[in-house]
Structures are given as structure tokens and as C-alpha cells.
């Protein structure tokens, strides 16, 4: 059993959920949560303000990371070495992209689409839900990739060896600039004017 907390004026109430969720994103503008479920191979679709589950869709094994654009949920399934696209209106699958091994974490692209970062096979996928059946490889990101994360203009993947966080232009397979980083970041969040903050064990350092 885990618990869900939903933020209310302030305040925490806690649901508890019969399932091992694994990451979960949030639509504020339907007061609704979106919940990887790994033990029963699922989105759970929330209501935050009651915490019932009021509809579920399988996905796979191994469900993890998730992310959406607004229209489609696109979520990771680890063992399968796969990701779903679920739409969101009426919350069913429309497409499967195939990923590398050890897919980890994914960010929805501002442009439209999604971008998947595979740490056994040191790449990323990328991904366009009208054409999920053709995935795009950036291959040789040196050396285990973790994290990534998209703000407007540039795509960055975090690296544990050597601790790095590299840096994509829109659109290029080639990184314009690699930051090193003290520590192994453990993952790597967009800020707003193309920045972006990477946590590692101990600090949190912003990327202009």
C-alpha cells in the first residue's frame, strides 16, 4: 500500500493507493493525476481532489517514467523496452515506440513529441506519436545517461561518467556544449529562458 499526498489551500491529505506506483505527472487544468503503476502494469488516472482511481489503462510490464504534452501521456515501459502513447481525451493507447535498454526517464519536446533517455545503450530516443512506429536514435552519449529534460530551444542529457550534462540544440544529434558536472547528477529539470537545474548528491546547479 502507498500513499498518494495531494497539496489542498496548503494543506496535505493523504489517499492510499493499492498499487506500487512508480512517477506520476500532473494536469492542474482537470484537477487530475497520472500514475505509473508497476506492479499491475498501469496508468492510474487520479482525481486529485478525491484521490479515486477513476480509470486505468494497461501498458505494459514494467511501467515507470511518464510525461505529457497536453494531449498524450507517453510512458516508459523498462522491461519491455518500449513506450506507450496513451490520449489522454479518452485515455487509450494510440501507439508504441520501440526505446534502447535501460530507458529511464522522458520529457515531452516543446515542439511536439517526446524524448526518452536509454542508460545501458548510452542514447536517447526520440519520438513522434503520429509516427510511433519510426523512433529516432541519438546514439554515443557518453557514458550512462540518467536524465534529460527540454526547455524551448535545447535538449539536455545528464551523464554519470564522466558527470556531465550535455547539451542539444533543437533539431541536432550532436551536443554544442558539454557542462561538467562535481558530482554524478541524478537528474536534470528545464527552467523558464532555455535554463536548467541539475541535482546531484549535494547541490543543485543552474545551466544558462
Avoid: W
Avoid at 11 to 40: C, G, K, M, N, P
Avoid at 67 to 89: F, H, N, P, Y
Avoid at 160 to 181: C, D, E, K, N
Amino acid at each position: 500500500m502507498v500513499v498518494i499526498a495531494v497539496s489542498a489551500r496548503g494543506q496535505l491529505i493523504e489517499h492510499a493507493a493499492a498499487a506500487v506506483l512508480r512517477d506520476a505527472v500532473f494536469d492542474a487544468s482537470a484537477s487530475t493525476l497520472y500514475a505509473t503503476a508497476a506492479d499491475t502494469g498501469e496508468i492510474l488516472k487520479i482525481d486529485a481532489a478525491t484521490g479515486n482511481v477513476v480509470a486505468r489503462v494497461s501498458v505494459g510490464k514494467g511501467p515507470g517514467s511518464i510525461a505529457s504534452d497536453g494531449s498524450t501521456l507517453a510512458c516508459v515501459d523498462r522491461a519491455g523496452k518500449t513506450v506507450s502513447l496513451v490520449r489522454i481525451s479518452d485515455f487509450t493507447i494510440v501507439g508504441e515506440a520501440s526505446i534502447g535498454d535501460g530507458a529511464d526517464e522522458i520529457t515531452a519536446l516543446p515542439g511536439g513529441g517526446f524524448a526518452v533517455v536509454n542508460s545501458f545503450s548510452d542514447s536517447a530516443t526520440l519520438i513522434d506519436p503520429q509516427h510511433a512506429d519510426a523512433p529516432v536514435a541519438i546514439e554515443g552519449i557518453a557514458s550512462v545517461p540518467s536524465g534529460i529534460a527540454a526547455s524551448e530551444s535545447y535538449l539536455a542529457v545528464s551523464t554519470r561518467s564522466p558527470a556531465a550534462v550535455l547539451i542539444y540544440a533543437g533539431g541536432s544529434h550532436t551536443p554544442s556544449a558539454t557542462v561538467p558536472v562535481p558530482e554524478g547528477p541524478s537528474r536534470v529539470v528545464a527552467l523558464p529562458d532555455d535554463r536548467f537545474a541539475v541535482m546531484t548528491k549535494s547541490t543543485v546547479i543552474v545551466i544558462d
